[in-house]
C-alpha cells in the first residue's frame, strides 16, 4: 500500500530527510527540484511506514486505499514521474545536511532583521533561529497588520490545505529569539539605513505585487482587469479588498482570462463554483455576495504557446476538473498543432500533463448538448495571442482579439533550442465585457536599494544584493523569494531559496564582513503601534472564532485599523 502525494503538496521538502528508504523526490539538491510542479513518491520503493505522513505541514500524502476518488489521478501521476531514465537512481538513504561550523565566528549575538513576513522571509527567520551552535536573534517587519503574505492573500480559499502551512510559520515565531513589527512598511516608517545601523544584516523578502502589463491597445478600457487585482480582492488582502468587481451583467456570460498559470486557472475555478461551498472557506464576504449574483457561465483561459508550454501544472488541472458541475473543454484542433516543434517526450512531466489534456479533448468531443446546457464551463485556448482588447471609454470592453500562434524552434538566448509562438496572421474575436489579465507578477523598487527594472528583482548573486556598479555584494543587504529570482516556484520552493540566502549571509558573518549594529535596540520606542508576535495571534483567534460562528476555517479582518484593536489588547 504506497503513499501518494496530491494536490496540495507545498514543496518544501520537509517530508524527504523522514523518508526511510529515500523514495520522495526531486529533492532540493536533485536537478529539476526547483522548477518542480510538486514533489513524487515513488510507488516501487515505498514502504508504508507513513513517516511522510506526519512530516507533511499540508496533509498532501495519503495512502493509496484512502484516497478519495477526486485525487484518484494521482496515483498514475506519482508513478509515471519515475518513468523517466535515471530517475530510479538513487541511493537507498535521503541525505543529510552537514551541520555548519562557527570556528571563529564573532563572539555575539546575530541580529538580522527580515522585511517581509510571507513564506521567504518566514522560512529564512526559520533558518536563521535553526542554526546549532550560534545564537542568533531575527526581527520580521511586515506592511500590513497582519502576516503571511502568499499564504493569506494568494492562495485560493478553497485550497485551506494549502494555507495550513501557516501553522509551521507559526511556530517559527514561538522561537526564542523572534520578534514580529507587523503594520510598518520598510522605506517609509524607518529607513534601510536605519535597520543597517541596528542589525548585522537586513534580509528582503517583499515579493512581487504588480501585475505585469501585456502592452496592446485597448488594455486599460473599463472591464479590463488584471487577476492580481481579483485574487486579492477575493482573498480580502487590504489593498484590493475595496475594488468592485460586477459579475451580475457580463455579456454572453463569458470571462476571458489572458494568461494560462496557476493563477489564471485558480481565478477560472472560483468563478464557476458552487458559491454556497466556496461560501465556506475564508473567501471575502463581498466576492462571495458577487458569485452569489454572478450569470458567469463561460471562462476562456487563453495561452500563447502549445498545450506542452501550458504554465500551469498538473495538479491545478486536475483541480479544476474535478470541480463539480464544472466541464473543462480543449479544441482538439489546437491539441493537434501543438504536437509540433518542442513536443516533450512520453516520459516527461510536460508529457504528462499532455497526456491529461487528451483525456480532456477526448470528453469534449463526446458530451452531448444536454450537459453542455446545465454545467458551466472553462475553455482551455492555446496557441492565442491577444493583440487587442476592444471597446471604448464610455462602453468599457466589448471583446478582445486574439491572433492564432504556430509553434517554430529557435535558438535561445543560452544558445540552446527554444519553442517560438509565431503568429500567424489569423485572427478571431471573442466577445466579452470582462478581460483579466494574468501573464505574471513583478517586483517594485525599495528607496535605497538597487533594482534591476528588466527582472523586476533586486540584483544578486546567490542572495547577496549587488551593487549594479561595482557588481559587487552591497554591505548588510541580502534577498529571497520572489524579489530574488522573480515569481517562480510554489511555496516550498521559497525554503530552498530562503536557506541559500541564509547561509550567504552566515559565511559573511563567519568572515567578520557584518559590522556590528551600532545603534540600541530602540524599535519599540520608534516603532509605538505596530502588532507584535502576541497582537498576531489575537488578531489570528479572533478571525477563528468568527470563522466557528459561522462554519468556515476564519473570518478575515479586512480593515487593519479593527486587526489593530484587536492586537493592541493583547500586546
Not at 518542480?36 to 510507488?43: C, R, S, V
Not at 491539441?335 to 516520459?347: E, F, N, Q, V
Not at 494574468?438 to 540584483?459: C, I, K, Q, W
Request: proline letters at 6%.
Amino acid at each position: 500500500m504506497p503513499h501518494i502525494i496530491t494536490q496540495n503538496c507545498c514543496n518544501d521538502a520537509t517530508c524527504v530527510p523522514v523518508c526511510p528508504v529515500n523514495c520522495i523526490h526531486p529533492t532540493p539538491d536533485e536537478p529539476g527540484y526547483r522548477t518542480a510542479e510538486m514533489l513524487y513518491i515513488d510507488p516501487e520503493a515505498c514502504i508504508d511506514c507513513g513517516a511522510c505522513v506526519d512530516a507533511c505541514p499540508v496533509s498532501a500524502i495519503v495512502a493509496d486505499d484512502d484516497l478519495p476518488e477526486e485525487l484518484s489521478q494521482y496515483e498514475a501521476l506519482n508513478a509515471h514521474y519515475y518513468e523517466a531514465p535515471g530517475r530510479r537512481e538513487y541511493g537507498s538513504a535521503p541525505s543529510r545536511k552537514t551541520l555548519r561550523s562557527f570556528d571563529g565566528a564573532p563572539d555575539e549575538t546575530l541580529r538580522v532583521a527580515v522585511v517581509g513576513a510571507g513564506p521567504a522571509g518566514m522560512y529564512a527567520a526559520g533558518a536563521l533561529l535553526g542554526q546549532r551552535g550560534a545564537h542568533a536573534e531575527v526581527d520580521v517587519f511586515e506592511r500590513l497588520a497582519t502576516p503571511g503574505g502568499l499564504v493569506r492573500y494568494g492562495v485560493a480559499p478553497d485550497h485551506q490545505e494549502t494555507k495550513a502551512i501557516g501553522d509551521h510559520f507559526n511556530a517559527i515565531m514561538s522561537r526564542k529569539g523572534f520578534r514580529l513589527y507587523a503594520g510598518v512598511s520598510v522605506g517609509e516608517g524607518i529607513s534601510h539605513t536605519q535597520l543597517t545601523q541596528r542589525y548585522h544584516a537586513v534580509l528582503y523578502a517583499v515579493g512581487a505585487m504588480r501585475d505585469r502589463n501585456l502592452g496592446i491597445p485597448g488594455e486599460d478600457l473599463p472591464g479590463s482587469r488584471s487577476a492580481t487585482e481579483m485574487v486579492g480582492w477575493y482573498n480580502g488582502h487590504p489593498d484590493f479588498f475595496d475594488q468592485d468587481f460586477d459579475f451580475s451583467d457580463i455579456t454572453e456570460g463569458r470571462v476571458v482570462i489572458l494568461g494560462n498559470g496557476n493563477v489564471a486557472l485558480d481565478v477560472a475555478r472560483v468563478l464557476t463554483s458552487d458559491p454556497d461551498k466556496i461560501a465556506r472557506t475564508d473567501i471575502s464576504d463581498r466576492a462571495v455576495a458577487a458569485l452569489r449574483a454572478s450569470n458567469v457561465s463561460e471562462v476562456v483561459v487563453v495561452g500563447r504557446r502549445g498545450t506542452a508550454q501550458a504554465a500551469f501544472t498538473s495538479p491545478e488541472l486536475l483541480g479544476l476538473a474535478s470541480v463539480d458541475r464544472v466541464q473543462v473543454t480543449v479544441k482538439e484542433a489546437e491539441i493537434a498543432t501543438s504536437r509540433g516543434a518542442g513536443t516533450p517526450p512520453s516520459h516527461s512531466m510536460s508529457g504528462y500533463k499532455q497526456i491529461l489534456l487528451d483525456g480532456i479533448a477526448d470528453r469534449t468531443s463526446t458530451r452531448n448538448q444536454a450537459d453542455e446546457r446545465s454545467l458551466k464551463t472553462v475553455v482551455l485556448r492555446f496557441l492565442s495571442s491577444p493583440v487587442e482588447i476592444l471597446g471604448d471609454s464610455d462602453n468599457g470592453v466589448t471583446g478582445v482579439r486574439l491572433v492564432h500562434n504556430e509553434l517554430v524552434e529557435e535558438v535561445g538566448p543560452d544558445g540552446g533550442p527554444a519553442v517560438i509562438a509565431r503568429p500567424t496572421g489569423e485572427t478571431e474575436v471573442i466577445t466579452t465585457s470582462l478581460v483579466l489579465r494574468s501573464v505574471g507578477y513583478r517586483g517594485s523598487p525599495l528607496e535605497g536599494l538597487p533594482f534591476d527594472t528588466d527582472h523586476a528583482t533586486f540584483p544578486n548573486h546567490e542572495g547577496r544584493v549587488l551593487d549594479p556598479t561595482t557588481g559587487e555584494p552591497l554591505s548588510q543587504t541580502y534577498v529571497a523569494g520572489w524579489i530574488k529570482r522573480g515569481p517562480s516556484g510554489v511555496i516550498g520552493t521559497n525554503k530552498v531559496c530562503a536557506e541559500e540566502t541564509v547561509a550567504k549571509l552566515l559565511d559573511d558573518f563567519v568572515a567578520g564582513r557584518l559590522p556590528r549594529p551600532t545603534v540600541a535596540d530602540d524599535l519599540d520606542e520608534i516603532l509605538p503601534d505596530t502588532v507584535n508576535v502576541a497582537g498576531w495571534r489575537a488578531i489570528d483567534a479572533d478571525e477563528k472564532q468568527s470563522g466557528r460562528a459561522v462554519q468556515r476555517p476564519r473570518v478575515k479582518f479586512y480593515d487593519m485599523a479593527a486587526a489593530r484593536r484587536v492586537a493592541a489588547d493583547k500586546s
